[in-house]
């Protein structure tokens, strides 16, 4: 379905490409979503073209690709305060980087357009002391494919853009946003090839919210895994989401939190007390699994039944005040991150299984109420916030501990068929490991009892989990070819959560040593000591 055909069907859309009296703009000209008064969402040749003229416009900003989209779409990314767009040429800068990306949900379109919005501004000569400390990395169409299916039924009761957005899977039908372990589509690849070379050190991730109704205009998450780094946690934690929520609050009077649901609230049967819970902390999702890299992890929801004018606008702010935070203190987060790289987690407690944590104390957590509203074309219901902030004091399991730890060893050894599919996938993510025969030392192998697989496919994988202990190896494997991947290195955290077989979300988890597993062994072994 094309904006044009929707235009002409509905009578009441401006163009995308059409000036709008009643759209707003800061530097002279303006975003396709400004230009159609906030009716529509930015196609992926309308956001090119933005890029295109912003680098052309604006002083010290680059544009360039970090790769391509199932159905072969380049995916685009905007440098700005590095001489050129490469990863080498950001980290050779000795700045603090920041990547900020958008539209990995394609329906949730709200950060692509604020996105646009910010860097026509920075065309216009805004924010030129950003680029004193930090390269800012933008790449505002992840999901560029999904971009482009655009109906006006993909995102239920969202209060629009009423001309239609596009869908939340990729064009395989898989959800990018599970995919930062497995690396099963061709974007999660180039954007976690983009994250291992350029290295940013704060990563943003914007989304869109349509859960319980709330009187947040925007709730946020740090990464959730209780192996972020405890620096970087309470960075996140304790100063800035603080912070900027308040900064955001009296500036434009739009209110921030915690990103949270209450079971039950639409009357779905319950199984835990009342309270707002976060969602799940594995490393599949993108900031958890930057927080377990030891980096920055950022979530950002807008909210889904707000405005979508006002959905663009609290992102933009949430966007800005993060990077004014990095910015303000850049050598800080070098320090952190330098930091978590020198940690080592060999001989300490990580977790492969997690389970929620609630705050010390009951908070008051703002709900809201909502009107529905009909679809101007469908006749669909929306649902529009009202302005209402109720507060409900109740728990809120926010936080996640660990709920299943292991002693990380020194090493993890890969043996057999599998070896390449493994090493492809460390390779992806950018760990340290060899290939060699099995060192000497006391060996442990997995003595597998039993192997539950799920019966319905999760992102095309029937996701299996085994039973078992570790115990010592019986058989002789010297000589024999295998990958040695050391857990001494900066990413120890993530080789842990990776090859341990109990992890919930490893290559077990993902079915990458399934046929080993149908044979009765798991083949990864480990050494406990060097």
């Given amino acids: 379905m094309t904006r044009l055909w929707i235009a002409a069907l509905t009578l009441v859309t401006v163009g995308c490409g059409t000036s709008s009296s009643t759209a707003d703009s800061n530097a002279g000209w303006q975003t396709p979503a400004e230009a159609c008064a906030y009716r529509c969402t930015s196609t992926y040749a309308e956001v090119r073209a933005v890029l295109d003229r912003v680098a052309a416009e604006a002083e010290g ?10 159905e072969a779409r380049a995916l685009p990314l905007v440098v700005w305060g590095a001489p050129d767009a490469s990863p080498g040429a950001v980290r050779r800068t000795g700045k603090t980087r920041v990547l900020v990306f958008a539209n990995i949900h394609a329906g949730e379109v709200a950060g692509k357009d604020a996105m646009l919005e910010l860097l026509r501004d920075v065309a216009g000569g805004a924010h030129r002391e ?12 992840y999901n560029a494919d999904g971009n482009e299916r655009f109906g006006l039924d993909t995102r239920p009761y969202q209060l629009g853009p009423i001309d239609g957005m596009g869908q939340r899977p990729n064009a395989q039908g898989l959800d990018l946003n599970r995919d930062f372990v497995k690396l099963a589509s061709p974007e999660a690849r180039a954007l976690v090839g983009l994250i291992r070379d350029a290295d940013p050190h704060v990563v943003v991730d914007l989304h869109t919210t349509n859960g319980t109704f709330m009187g947040y205009h925007l709730t946020y998450a740090p990464g ?15 100063r800035w989401l603080p912070a900027i929520s308040d900064s955001v609050l009296a500036a434009d009077d739009f209110a921030i939190w915690h990103y949270g649901n209450v079971p039950g609230a639409f009357g779905e049967p319950v199984s835990v007390p009342r309270g707002w819970y976060s969602y799940s902390p594995q490393p599949r999702y993108s900031s958890n699994y930057v927080g377990v890299r030891g980096r920055y992890g950022i979530l950002s929801e807008a909210y889904s039944y707000a405005p979508y004018r006002e959905r663009v606008a609290v992102t933009r702010r949430f966007v800005e005040e993060i990077l004014d935070r990095t910015w303000a203190e850049a050598a800080h987060v070098r320090r952190r991150v330098a930091e978590a790289d020198r940690e080592r987690v060999v001989g300490e407690r990580v977790a492969v299984r997690a389970t929620w944590d609630a705050l010390p104390e009951p908070v008051d957590v703002l709900l809201g109420a909502v009107d529905t509203v009909a679809h101007p074309v469908t006749g669909a ?20 501990a660990p709920s299943e730890s292991v002693t990380a060893p020194a090493l993890y050894v890969v043996r057999g068929s599998v070896r390449e599919r493994v090493a492809d996938l460390l390779d992806a993510h950018g760990i ?3 290939r060699a025969g099995v060192p000497p030392g006391d060996r442990q192998a997995f003595r597998l009892d039993s192997v539950r697989t799920a019966e319905r496919a999760f992102q095309n994988v029937r996701m299996q989990e085994v039973f078992g202990a570790w115990a010592p190896a019986s058989d002789d494997a010297a000589g024999k070819g295998a990958l040695i991947v050391p857990v001494d290195q900066p990413l120890g955290r993530l080789v842990v959560m990776l090859l341990e ?4 979300d490893g290559l077990v988890a993902w079915g990458v040593l399934a046929d080993a597993l149908a044979e009765g062994r798991v083949p990864i072994e480990r050494i406990p000591a060097p």
């Fill in 432 to 434: 340290t490991y060899r």
């Fill in 381 to 400: 219901p929306m649902y529009e916030r009202r302005d209402v902030h109720e507060a409900e004091r109740m728990p809120a399991y926010v936080r996640f």
């Fill in 61 to 70: 900003v680059r544009l360039g690709t970090f790769g391509e989209t199932a």
């Fill in 224 to 238: 959730l895994s209780p192996n972020t780094p405890e620096g970087i946690d309470a960075d996140l934690w304790d």
């Fill in 501 to 504: 077989p109990r992890s919930d």
């Fill in 130 to 141: 950003w680029t004193d400390s930090l390269v800012v990395m933008i790449a505002p169409i």
